[in-house]
């Protein structure tokens, strides 16, 4: 077996390895921190930004969705909080010298890394049909190429129109607006790959797609149950509301693969107490296998049930199919539990225990429950758990999905959605007098496929990076380079920048930090956090070049370049003025009445909730739903291992940051496998030896990342664990979860071959 990095990557990918941390946070995350924001922004851009972060008159950090709290402190920012921050806030600057110094085949061969490490985009580029480069272009004239390219389509649903979710509710109105104008439902977005299988769990049992805890319930929670998340590197200000949760007497069970440093121990950097000692989270560690979850939560309430612990009352008044649910509960049994689970019959008996002690309980989660195929299945059984003991609709208790980007709830209210509601529909087309289409559109997986069979030509992505946030990368790549035309409005480049249609478009905007002006005077965009909290978010930096446009400006002038007089829809004013955008809002979607003076308000405001706000369950049957699908589990053939792709600490999905997992023990590099050392052993892979991960698939066809530095680690026994996106290539595009469609990220079976390159 090879012992050296394989050759060729332009990035030194030459991995240390030293073992993993037990606490998160403390100081070393605040030097880390300032050197990154230093290096990024020079000191005096670094005061003024992080200074801004999260307080009432600043921007939303662009970070994760997490809220924020009541009592802010000065610096309500976390370490990762404060790299995005850095990572937008930056000095350097790509122009159009750049481009022309680095033909897009060098572009290709970079790494996400060294794209991403290049700085702002400083103006709108253009690669044309044949050139080995962009060049720089007029706004005017990009809009031009937008709208011949859609015109000529043969039909609506060949255009495609993605979005991160960073967007701001303004620009995301404005967008969805457009392209049902311009007569398509074709919205993928990021949440197809992301919480897409809370939202159809959620929307199925309780009636509505989101949370239902503040801040405020985390705090007064007897028991916060976090299973598949890994707070300390993606939602670091989560760790204060855990810490102040023991605090009040709360018991935190933590369950997951791998034992992640920020669960076990927090050295609050707020406090000089918690710099020092740190508090010690987790008070049950249950290292399931992967993929076990379901089996896990289908045990516990069919023990919940035996105990006569169900919430008789509630299940009686507010609940349907409580029997159906019991008699499937009936089935589950201890064996086979513990062999989906990997776990002890003491671990489950503790955390029943710990259940039955509690009467408020919330469970957390994130992209360790919803990227496997039987996402929806094991979210819902959650929800079972949570409707036996009555834990919804009561202080203190509920469901806590955790969302990823900033504002992706947000883009979700505001109508970022392939299969809208008909009545989202309805009041979209009385306030602007069109008629929407009411067939679906493509999401996700099925986008790319569209492109890939040649039945969407135009891909227009709004933020976000296509290329390298979706599966099977190789796939998606050819995909995309069938594409008449991609546009990508974006702040940084990516791997999206590079494997382009037949012409590309480069729209460079602002972000959250920068300062928006518009002819009406200054302007301010709104988001919703987590937990249903919306309010303004305020840059305050001099833009990166006076040609950047904001979001909404770009919409509004794509869509006069491509409707034309056609529309009736005022998209000048709009562009002047985003109060006459939310203004607009607060008549189509429900939550926003008076909406302009609310958003203004410090602190923004709640918007309603029913299963939270009055037991009240929009479902189907006008009750909270129990289901009963049957208990699924990976099963993985002999001598094979299945895959975890996630985040290291460097890194907000595709942009790096940097080459460091600390809490991880992980420097310099990001080709690593996280493996069990006797499931190591097994295959005679030493720590330190180099491997190639190939994944298996009923489709026979083979898909390698090659060349990965195998780390003797702690993980789950079957189970092993590398980062994403250099991991996409081995996700099957159509290895997805049942009914959410959500890429299975979370489980590939996998088989090491020795290193190819090296
Ligand atoms: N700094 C930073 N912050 C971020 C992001 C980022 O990349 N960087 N990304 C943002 C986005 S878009 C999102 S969606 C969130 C993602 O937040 P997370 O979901 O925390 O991100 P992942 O790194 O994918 O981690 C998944 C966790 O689930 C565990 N896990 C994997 N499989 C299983 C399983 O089968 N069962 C259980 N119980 N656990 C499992 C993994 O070990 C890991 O701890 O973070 C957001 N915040
Ligand atoms: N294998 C695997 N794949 C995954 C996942 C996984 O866990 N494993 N996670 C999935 C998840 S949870 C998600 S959310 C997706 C993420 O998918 P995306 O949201 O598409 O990807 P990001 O990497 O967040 O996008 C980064 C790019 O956004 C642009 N950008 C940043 N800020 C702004 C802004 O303010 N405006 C605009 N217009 N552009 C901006 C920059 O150009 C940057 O390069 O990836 C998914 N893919
Ligand atoms: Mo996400």
């Known amino acids: 077996m090879a012992t050296k990095p394989p050759a060729g990557d332009p990035v030194q990918d030459a991995p240390q390895v030293a073992p993993p941390k037990h606490a998160a946070a403390g100081l070393p995350a605040i030097g880390h921190t300032l050197k990154i924001a230093q290096e990024q922004m020079g000191l005096v851009r670094t005061t003024r930004t992080l200074l801004k972060v999260n307080q009432k008159d600043g921007f939303d950090c662009p970070g994760c969705a997490w809220p924020e709290g009541e009592k802010r402190h000065t610096a309500e920012f976390c370490e990762n909080g404060?790299?995005?921050?850095?990572?937008?806030?930056?000095?350097?600057?790509?122009?159009?010298d750049f481009f022309a110094a680095h033909p897009l085949a060098d572009l290709e061969r970079r790494s996400g890394y060294w794209l991403g490490q290049q700085g702002r985009i400083t103006q709108p580029m253009y690669l044309p049909e044949g050139a080995d480069r962009y060049e720089a272009v007029t706004w005017e004239r990009a809009f031009a190429i937008i709208a011949e390219e859609l015109r000529a389509l043969s039909s609506p649903d060949e255009a495609l129109f993605y979005t991160s979710g960073r967007t701001s509710n303004e620009a995301a109105f404005l967008y969805q607006l457009f392209a049902r104008e311009f007569g398509t439902n074709n919205l993928p977005d990021c949440s197809n790959m992301c919480h897409e299988s809370s939202g159809s769990a959620l929307v199925e049992t309780i009636g509505i797609g989101k949370g239902s805890v503040s801040l405020e319930d985390l705090h007064r929670a007897d028991l916060i149950i976090v299973a598949g998340q890994n707070p300390g590197t993606n939602h670091p200000r989560m760790l204060s509301a855990l810490e102040q949760a023991k605090a009040s007497g709360a018991k935190i069970i933590s369950v997951n693969p791998l034992p992640e440093a920020?669960?076990?121990?927090f050295k609050n950097p707020q406090t000089p107490l918690g710099m020092i000692k740190g508090a010690a989270l987790t008070d049950l560690f249950l290292q399931i296998r992967i993929g076990g979850d379901q089996a896990l939560f289908r045990l516990l309430n069919k023990l919940v049930i035996e105990a006569g612990a169900v919430d008789e009352?509630?299940?009686?008044?507010?609940?349907h199919g409580y029997e159906a649910l019991a008699a499937a509960a009936g089935d589950a049994d201890w064996p086979e539990t513990?062999?989906?689970?990997?776990?002890?019959?003491?671990?489950?008996?503790?955390?029943l225990a710990m259940v039955l002690a509690s009467e408020r309980t919330i469970v957390c989660w994130a992209m360790g429950l919803t990227q496997h195929k039987h996402a929806v299945a094991t979210i819902r059984e959650v929800v079972n758990l949570l409707l036996l003991r009555g834990n919804i609709g009561r202080p203190g208790a509920g469901v806590c999905p955790v969302r990823g980007h900033s504002n992706v709830q947000g883009d979700r209210t505001m109508g970022i959605f392939e299969r809208p509601a008909p009545a989202f529909l309805d009041a979209l087309d009385k306030e602007f007098g069109i008629t929407s289409p009411r067939h679906h559109g493509y999401d996700v997986v099925r986008a790319i496929e569209a492109l890939r069979d040649g039945e969407a030509k135009v891909f227009f992505g709004m933020g976000g990076n296509f290329v390298g946030a979706t599966p099977d990368t190789d796939v998606t790549e050819a995909a995309m380079r069938r594409a008449a035309l991609t546009v990508h409005v974006s702040t940084k480049l990516n791997r999206s920048h590079a494997v382009t249609g037949r012409r590309a478009l480069i729209l460079p905007t602002l972000g959250r930090t920068d300062k928006d002006v518009q002819a009406a005077g200054k302007q301010f965009v709104t988001v919703e956090d987590s937990m249903g909290?919306?309010?303004?978010?305020?840059?305050?930096?001099?833009?990166?070049?006076?040609?950047?446009?904001?979001?909404p400006a770009i919409v509004a002038r794509m869509a006069r370049a491509v409707l034309g007089e056609a529309s009736t829809t005022p998209w000048e004013e709009f562009e002047k003025d985003y109060g006459t955008i939310r203004d607009r809002i607060s008549r189509v979607v429900p939550g926003f009445e008076d909406y302009?003076?609310?958003?203004?308000?410090?602190g923004g405001f709640t918007l309603p909730h029913a299963p939270r706000d009055e037991r009240r369950f929009p479902t189907t049957t006008g009750k909270a739903n129990f289901t009963a699908a049957p208990v699924e589990y990976p099963r993985v053939p002999e001598g094979r291992l299945l895959l975890q792709t996630l985040r290291s600490h460097d890194q907000y999905n595709t942009t790096i940051?940097?080459?460091?997992?600390?809490?991880?023990?992980?420097?310099?590099?990001?080709?690593?496998?996280l493996v069990h050392p006797e499931d190591a052993a097994a295959h005679g892979l030493a720590d330190g030896a180099y491997t190639d991960l190939v994944s298996e698939w009923k489709d026979g066809v083979e898909r390698r990342a090659p060349g990965f530095r195998v780390v003797h680690y702690p993980t789950a026994r079957g189970c092993a664990a590398a980062y994403y996106p250099e991991t996409n290539v081995l996700v099957p595009l159509d290895s997805t979860a049942d009914t959410s469609n959500t890429p299975a990220s979370k489980s590939v079976v996998i088989r090491f071959e020795p290193a190819t390159a090296g």
Do not use: C, W
């Open 262 to 265: 920020g669960l076990e121990r």
């Open 657 to 673: 940051y940097g080459l460091d997992d600390r809490y991880r023990g992980i420097k310099g590099g990001r080709r690593v496998v």
């Open 533 to 551: 909290m919306v309010h303004a978010s305020r840059g305050n930096l001099t833009p990166a070049s006076p040609h950047l446009l904001s979001e």
């Open 313 to 319: 009352e509630f299940v009686a008044e507010h609940t």
């Open 596 to 602: 302009n003076a609310r958003a203004a308000r410090p």
């Open 338 to 351: 513990l062999t989906a689970t990997g776990l002890t019959r003491a671990e489950i008996e503790q955390a």
């Open 82 to 96: 404060a790299k995005a921050v850095a990572e937008e806030a930056t000095l350097r600057r790509v122009t159009p």
